[in-house]
């Protein structure tokens, strides 16, 4: 377990397509618990995804500090979108940047777990927001393209 470096905007690797995984080893398992650490060690990020530690992998992971505890989502599709909702987001990535972002009010997602099992998911208010803003993450989309009026500067 260690505490990686967060790429910041503007490297290019946030701009990348992650690849899927497919190999559940030691090395999957390594990244996966160092992003869980590099979450925590941020203190006020509730989700990191593997590109903004500079692995191009299909992988983020979640954590609301609510009773379900870190979740781990590897090779995400979104596979239905319901709804809008608003809300203000920022990025790891983007440190003391914020803006309003419109995004579905429910999501279902499909994904494996760290041992590669498949799960499925429904979401809505902040866990849909994240979820959707990882998952862009993986596409090479950050929240600032997103943004609705101004990015405000904390
Ligand atoms: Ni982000």
């Known amino acids: 377990m260690a505490i990686r470096k967060i ?5 290019p690797v946030l701009r990348k397509q992650a690849r ?7 090395r999957t398992q390594t990244l996966i618990d160092d992003l869980i650490d590099t979450l925590h060690h941020s203190g006020n990020g509730i989700g990191l995804a593997s590109p903004q530690v500079g692995v191009l992998r299909r992988i983020f992971v979640i954590d609301m ?6 979740r781990v989502f590897v090779n ?3 596979i239905s979108r319901k709804g809008q909702q608003s809300s203000t987001e920022g990025c790891l990535s983007i440190p003391g940047y914020w803006g309003e972002v419109e995004r579905p009010a429910t999501v279902k997602v499909q994904a494996q777990d760290r041992q590669g099992h498949p799960f499925e ?6 866990l849909a927001v ?3 803003h990882e998952n862009d993450h ?3 989309v950050l929240f600032t ?3 609705i009026g101004e990015l405000v500067k904390a």
Do not use: S, W
């Not at 899927?20 to 030691?26: C, H, I, L, N, Y």
């Not at 998911?121 to 902040?126: G, I, T, V």
């Open 7 to 11: 790429v910041l905007d503007p490297d």
């Open 130 to 132: 994240c979820i959707c």
């Open 76 to 78: 995400p599709r979104i």
């Open 138 to 140: 993986l596409d090479g």
């Open 20 to 26: 899927e995984v497919t190999d559940f080893g030691p």
């Open 65 to 70: 500090q609510d009773e379900a505890g870190v």
């Open 121 to 126: 998911l429904e979401a809505e208010e902040l």
């Open 145 to 147: 393209d997103k943004v």
